[in-house]
């Protein structure tokens, strides 16, 4: 018995187009992880603006403890919340547990947490390449591991969110280990797009470039002495073209209403994927001359000696 026409051309246009899982947040149930500051408090409170239902987690208790009071100051629902770390499989588990019990099945789970360390590989330590994979890797695949299966099970759809960065687009100088993480998440992503499709879940892969958050005060430059007048300018020079996490909070709830796979928070990181893609040996070259920028800034500043990976849930 062959297969009817309505099936078949149902078929074929769904391996073209599928409508957004989540079009709305509006009485929708979303996980936030890193949701204490920068881009992941910006996006809890422009989805609590939405009418989401949130659940929050960061590693740090009073500044998501801050972040819940806010929005709930401001009319925003957060059903549950607690503090923990995503590297650490058993909490994100006893996590998963406690939500599953208290609030039932996601819609969206979105993580945002992460750290940043950069360096040469000469300086960089064991620790810093751990610390990036446990917490940029390790952690979201725990969260995904622990709660995308309810949704599978629930059969009622939804979206997974993972940030990314450039650094995972981007070969960008001295982000090896950061970038092993990014690159990492972006592979998880672009499988599970195609995985979770069948089950009329969507997954995003937010690329954001510059955004002005915490982290760009703490992260751990090795080899770069922070308190010198040039390297000084230079991160300045980055707050200039830096967006703030509210913009970028906006392009990932976009991203999310249209289902869209890559989010870009800004038009360069856009730009620099498509080059890359298009010209690969201007790319190349562009890229040797970064690196060789940012060598020179190395040898003027006078190399410190290694520091620890600041955490930024």
């Given at each position: 018995?062959?297969?009817?026409?309505?099936?078949?051309?149902?078929?074929?246009?769904?391996?073209?187009?599928?409508?957004?899982?989540?079009?709305?947040?509006?009485?929708?149930?979303?996980?936030?992880?890193?949701?204490?500051?920068?881009?992941?408090?910006?996006?809890?409170?422009?989805?609590?603006?939405?009418?989401?239902?949130?659940?929050?987690?960061?590693?740090?208790?009073?500044?998501?403890?801050?972040?819940?009071?806010?929005?709930?100051?401001?009319g925003g629902s957060v059903v549950y919340?607690?503090?923990?770390?995503?590297?650490?499989?058993?909490?994100?588990?006893?996590?998963?547990?406690?939500?599953?019990?208290?609030?039932?099945?996601?819609?969206?789970?979105?993580?945002?947490?992460?750290?940043?360390?950069?360096?040469?590989?000469?300086?960089?330590?064991?620790?810093?390449?751990?610390?990036?994979?446990?917490?940029?890797?390790?952690?979201?695949?725990?969260?995904?591991?622990?709660?995308?299966?309810?949704?599978?099970?629930?059969?009622?759809?939804?979206?997974?969110?993972?940030?990314?960065?450039?650094?995972?687009?981007?070969?960008?100088?001295?982000?090896?280990?950061?970038?092993?993480?990014?690159?990492?998440?972006?592979?998880?992503?672009?499988?599970?797009?195609?995985?979770?499709?069948?089950?009329?879940?969507?997954?995003?892969?937010?690329?954001?470039?510059?955004?002005?958050?915490?982290?760009?005060?703490?992260?751990?430059?090795?080899?770069?002495?922070?308190?010198?007048?040039?390297?000084?300018?230079?991160?300045?020079?980055?707050?200039?073209?830096?967006?703030?996490?509210?913009?970028?909070?906006?392009?990932?709830?976009?991203?999310?209403?249209?289902?869209?796979?890559?989010?870009?928070?800004?038009?360069?990181?856009?730009?620099?994927?498509?080059?890359?893609?298009?010209?690969?040996?201007?790319?190349?070259?562009?890229?040797?001359?970064?690196?060789?920028?940012?060598?020179?800034?190395?040898?003027?500043?006078?190399?410190?000696?290694?520091?620890?990976?600041?955490?930024?849930?």
């Amino acid at each position: 018995m062959g297969v009817s026409p309505l099936k078949f051309a149902k078929a074929v246009r769904d391996l073209f187009w599928v409508p957004p899982p989540v079009p709305s947040l509006r009485g929708k149930t979303v996980l936030i992880t890193g949701a204490a500051s920068g881009i992941g408090r910006a996006t809890a409170s422009a989805a609590a603006r939405k009418g989401a239902r949130l659940v929050l987690t960061d590693l740090h208790v009073e500044p998501l403890d801050d972040a819940v009071a806010e929005i709930a100051a401001s009319g925003g629902s957060v059903v549950y919340h607690a503090a923990g770390d995503v590297s650490d499989y058993d909490w994100v588990a006893s996590f998963a547990r406690a939500v599953d019990a208290e609030v039932g099945v996601l819609d969206v789970v979105m993580n945002v947490a992460g750290i940043s360390a950069w360096g040469t590989v000469e300086n960089l330590e064991h620790r810093h390449w751990r610390s990036m994979v446990d917490v940029n890797l390790m952690g979201p695949i725990h969260v995904i591991e622990c709660f995308v299966p309810q949704m599978v099970r629930a059969g009622r759809g939804g979206q997974v969110v993972n940030v990314s960065s450039a650094a995972g687009l981007l070969a960008f100088p001295w982000h090896a280990a950061y970038s092993a993480s990014k690159f990492g998440i972006r592979g998880v992503s672009e499988v599970l797009r195609f995985d979770l499709r069948r089950h009329g879940i969507g997954v995003s892969l937010v690329c954001p470039g510059g955004v002005d958050t915490p982290l760009v005060g703490t992260v751990d430059i090795v080899g770069l002495n922070r308190e010198d007048p040039r390297v000084v300018e230079q991160i300045d020079g980055f707050h200039k073209i830096a967006v703030t996490p509210e913009k970028a909070a906006d392009a990932i709830l976009d991203g999310i209403a249209k289902n869209k796979f890559i989010v870009y928070t800004s038009f360069d990181v856009r730009f620099g994927y498509w080059w890359a893609r298009k010209f690969a040996f201007p790319y190349e070259v562009v890229m040797r001359i970064a690196n060789n920028r940012f060598d020179h800034l190395a040898r003027i500043s006078g190399l410190g000696s290694p520091a620890g990976a600041d955490r930024v849930d």
